[in-house]
DNA sequence: GGGCTGGATTTTTTT
DNA sequence: AATCCAGCCC
């Protein structure tokens, strides 16, 4: 490391400061005042407060052009993180843009785990690990913790693992190191957390792998502990932009400190009032000390609001307004005032789904005051994925086309992690988590009796648990039926690891490389004969995974093998399964096809920097928003940060937010009649229009008439909530007809496809699963599902059941 | 060793 | 309601 040489790592970089100082700058002609000022202020701490909706983005990536521009940086000297891959991706295209394809890449633009997988490959020795080291996910985490925790003999039903890991994260978000956790946690996970912590350390560093936290961890031990290290990327990153900073941890934090120590050309934009992810480590005083921190920090306010209309901003700013902890904005906006915020009362949560899925189809159509939306114009924004359900089983009968965004991850389903866990034992025959995984799946005989004599073995002998196979096989310890099955997987293993290295093509080309000559970067072993994506479809059919799931009789089985296919196709993108199984680890978010315009659902967590022309903002009920347990966990605090999620929610609106709640909602299988959240209270009356009457939920709303709604609000169901009390209410909404308002739509396609089916056909359905054929009843099917009992669907979101792929 | 059953337990939010 | 797990029986 002693060897880094500052002109030999410039040369990497793909543009040169002086060609690009000479050009024009239109860039900042598009800025307004604020935004102008932040990017204008190069040099030293500056921190731009940017509320939701002013241009924050714009201005990031505004900063980055003017800091090549003038020539004070390269490409590959300015550091700038993100939270999330979608926010790096989106400011490399900004950037790209707007300097006009000049800029080869930013290769220290990503999110902070990317950023330190990088320095941490680099380093990774300083901490006791190998560079090829393996990331791990929370389910591999859980399962070591499992049995730490079994072997410590402590029982795991009092002390579940979960608990554990939680505790560790926790910890290693605050930076400590087993040494370094305080004594004020010696109480942790019964007296022994920090002794399991640090064992689960030791474990790890014997794996050659590291958690989520580790990542940080590492990279701030190795900063603290190698001065040398450090002043290194301290002359390296001459800028640094931190996106988001209201959700930094304190690892983040003293990471970025030690970076900007020097010269403190930090930029760091963020909103306090957006701040929601406190429960995951985020401090906002991070934010809130800012000029503290940094003396003669520039700050830079940007409150002009470009996305909505004056009563959203007013119904957000009044709900804000509840918060002690913040540094304070006033937004404003020069667009034209708009549709106030709606507040809709139903009985229970089912009701809440119908109503708005006939408000999305009248929104489609057109209404008075509003031009006709499409489905992507519009999201349902929930508070606990739980919600989501009653939307897509209301979204799947009558055909409306949706997306869930954030959902159970392609990457976290079941299929998709044992076909990975193949791909790491192939990549690497050590990783023994994965042998764990995939050992007797599909079923090979090798139950816990096996396994065991094979752990022990491995551990008698200091080996992997592969290699411990192969020596209990040559003892004869495993024999029979099981025995062969393992021994025809070790030695498939053997095959297709020597697959994986074919000739060595190159080495990893990224420019980053240039940094410094530590060790090697990732190698590139390529077959021309063979590719990566045959050696994974080969691995999986060998093995017989696939045709586990081919004679998988059970209803999810066509899609997992359906999502086997695409996990397949995914790899084309890569270089090699290494390359991937590193993405997979550090990219979670699933850039789903983006087919076809669908309505959106996902948490308010993952909306949060999105937006859309129109909102619904349903569950508003005291326990589920604010959640119960944010509440009683972390007291006003979490309640505050609840209040924020209320804030993004709602800002996220561009014309029309529609807010609702129900009277009754069903919690573990179990009726529970709610209240209306505290934060309906908290919306100014000037800004809202009750579809409500008084008397529903006990909140102060005058008389104001549901009929004023310009909305196909139906005067028949808004009479509804006008007369008192729960009962008659009750008894409409079970009178009502299902719904006669969507057969517009599509409706001769439907035809079309309904007329395929006849009574008794075997048909398959995404969620559903396979059934028969009742009957047919206008554009849609009586099914009678295996599985779920019977439904009537859409007849296009059904495959005949020998369409179904594989 | 594997499969089934009944009982407990769950629901925040995620890089 | 749906999933997960331990314990039981084959």
Redesign the pocket.
């Known amino acids: 490391m002693s060897s880094f040489d500052e002109n030999d790592a410039f040369e990497g970089a793909s543009l040169s400061a002086r060609a690009i100082a000479a050009r024009p700058a239109p860039y900042l002609d598009e800025l307004n005042p604020a935004q102008r000022a932040a990017v204008e202020a190069l040099d030293g701490p500056v921190l731009m407060l940017a509320g939701a909706g002013t241009g924050k983005t714009k201005a990031l990536t505004a900063r980055i052009v003017h800091l090549l521009n003038t020539g004070r940086a390269q490409p590959n000297e300015i550091l700038s993180v993100t939270?999330?891959?979608k926010a790096a991706r989106e400011m490399k295209d900004r950037v790209g843009r707007m300097l006009g394809q000049a800029v080869e890449g930013m290769p220290w633009l990503g999110?902070?785990?990317a950023i330190c997988v990088k320095l941490l490959r680099r380093h990774a020795e300083l901490v006791g690990l190998k560079s090829n080291f393996t990331i791990l996910d929370?389910d591999d985490q859980i399962r070591l913790l499992k049995q730490l925790i079994a072997a410590n003999n402590i029982d795991?039903?009092r002390w579940p693992a979960r608990q554990l890991a939680g505790i560790i994260d926790h910890w290693k978000n605050r930076a400590w190191t087993p040494a370094q956790v305080p004594g004020s946690e010696a109480g942790a996970f019964n007296n022994r957390g920090t002794e399991l912590y640090d064992q689960y350390q030791t474990r790890l560093r014997e794996l050659n792998a590291v958690d989520?936290g580790d990542l940080l961890l590492h990279v701030v031990t190795i900063f603290q502990t190698h001065e040398d290290v450090l002043a290194q990327y301290r002359r390296w990153f001459k800028y640094i932009l931190v996106d988001e900073y209201q959700d930094t941890n304190v690892a983040q934090y003293l990471w970025l400190r030690l970076l900007a120590g020097e010269h403190k050309n930090i930029c760091c934009v963020g909103d306090d009032d957006q701040s929601i992810y406190g429960?995951?480590g985020a401090e906002v005083g991070n934010i809130l000390r800012f000029e503290a921190d940094f003396p003669g920090a520039q700050v830079v306010r940007l409150e002009q609001n470009y996305r909505s209309t004056p009563h959203i901003l007013a119904a957000a700013s009044g709900v804000i307004a509840g918060n002690e902890d913040r540094l304070g904005k006033t937004l404003w906006t020069e667009a034209e005032s708009g549709e106030k915020l709606r507040l809709i009362g139903h009985w229970d949560g089912e009701e809440e789904a119908r109503w708005i899925g006939e408000e999305i189809e009248a929104l489609q159509r057109g209404t008075r005051r509003l031009p006709p939306f499409d489905l992507d114009q519009i999201a349902i924004l929930v508070?606990?994925?739980?919600q989501m359900r009653a939307f897509e089983d209301r979204f799947l009968t009558i055909g409306l086309p949706y997306r869930v965004i954030?959902g159970p991850r392609f990457y976290e389903r079941l299929e998709s992690r044992d076909a990975m866990a193949y791909f790491r034992v192939v990549v690497s025959p050590d990783d023994d988590l994965a042998f764990e995984r995939i050992v007797?799946t599909p079923?090979?005989?090798?139950?816990?009796?096996?396994q065991q004599t094979i752990q022990g073995i491995a551990r008698a002998n200091g080996v992997s648990l592969v290699d411990g196979a192969r020596i209990a096989l040559a003892n004869g310890d495993i024999k029979g039926k099981?025995g062969a099955a393992l021994r025809q997987l070790v030695d498939d293993l053997a095959r297709w690891h020597d697959l994986t290295r074919g000739p060595l093509l190159a080495f990893d080309e990224d420019d980053t490389a240039v940094i410094d000559d530590g060790p090697a970067p990732q190698p590139r072993f390529g077959d021309p004969d063979l590719n990566h994506v045959e050696l994974a479809q080969i691995i999986l059919d060998e093995s017989g995974y696939t045709a586990m799931w081919q004679n998988d009789k059970s209803p999810e089985a066509p899609g997992r093998l359906e999502n086997l296919k695409e996990l397949v196709k995914a790899l084309e993108q890569f270089d090699n399964l290494s390359g991937f199984l590193e993405h997979v680890a550090l990219i979670?978010?699933n850039a789903q096809g983006d087919d076809g315009a669908k309505v959106s659902i996902m948490?308010l967590?993952?909306a949060k920097g999105l937006e859309f022309p129109v909102v619904f903002l349903p569950g508003w009920e005291d326990g589920l928003f604010p959640?119960q347990?944010?509440m009683d966990?972390t007291g006003l605090k979490?309640l505050e940060e609840e209040r924020r999620l209320a804030y993004v929610g709602i800002t996220r609106a561009e014309q029309l937010c529609t807010i609702s709640f129900a009277g009754n909602r069903r919690?573990?299988?179990q009726w529970q009649s709610q209240l209306p959240s505290r934060f309906i209270d908290e919306l100014p009356e000037d800004h809202v229009e009750v579809l409500t009457p008084p008397g529903l939920y006990g909140g102060g709303y005058g008389a104001a008439s549901p009929m004023q709604s310009g909305l196909e609000t139906r005067a028949s169901e808004a009479n509804v909530y006008n007369s008192p009390g729960w009962k008659r209410m009750q008894d409409r909404s079970s009178a009502r007809p299902q719904s006669q308002s969507r057969e517009s739509r599509n409706t001769v396609i439907d035809l079309k496809a309904v007329s395929a089916y006849t009574v008794g056909d075997r048909v398959f359905h995404q969620k559903f699963g396979y059934g028969a054929v009742l009957g047919i009843e206008g554009d849609k099917l009586e099914i009678d599902f295996d599985k779920a009992g019977i439904k009537k669907v859409v007849a296009r979101f059904i495959t005949g059941a020998d369409d179904v792929p594989f």
Do not use: I, P, Q, Y
């Open positions: 939270f999330t891959n999110t902070f785990h929370t795991d039903k989520f429960w995951r508070r606990a994925s739980h954030g007797n079923k090979r005989g090798l139950g816990d009796k096996a099981g979670m978010d948490t967590h993952a959640s347990r944010s966990e979490g919690v573990f299988g």
